[in-house]
């Protein structure tokens, strides 16, 4: 499974972004796919995931803020960010695990947010 992020960026304190993430490969294994995160000086953390059958789960510091979706047709996860703090600060990696229960990393994707 490879996987190809896009979307990282700067952006001001409030404002949004959205982080795309597409699968290729042997993607049928696919079972779960979110985006992790990585400030520096911390160690990287899970932001939010869902599973193939449309569950979500989100850490609580971005929850009520960001929403993941997933168009299994295309392969593809969406993060939309809203309300962003200069604490999401860091760099986002896509995140997939198949059933067999590999994980698979993506390029990380850098999100600052500074006025």
């Known amino acids: 499974v490879q996987l190809q992020a896009s979307g990282g960026g700067l952006v001001q304190p409030g404002g949004s972004l959205r982080l795309s993430c597409t699968a290729s490969g042997s993607i049928r294994s696919i079972n779960v796919m979110g985006w992790y995160r990585q400030a520096p000086g911390r160690k990287r953390e899970l932001s939010a995931y869902?599973?193939?059958?449309?569950?979500?789960n989100y850490a609580d510091s971005v929850k009520g803020r960001f929403t993941i979706s997933r168009d299994n047709a295309k392969n593809t996860v969406l993060l939309q960010m809203n309300s962003l703090r200069p604490e999401d600060t860091a760099v986002y990696y896509c995140w997939c695990r198949s059933s067999s229960g590999v994980d698979y990393w993506g390029q990380g994707t850098q999100v600052t947010v500074s006025s």
């Open positions: 869902i599973t193939s059958g449309g569950s979500t």
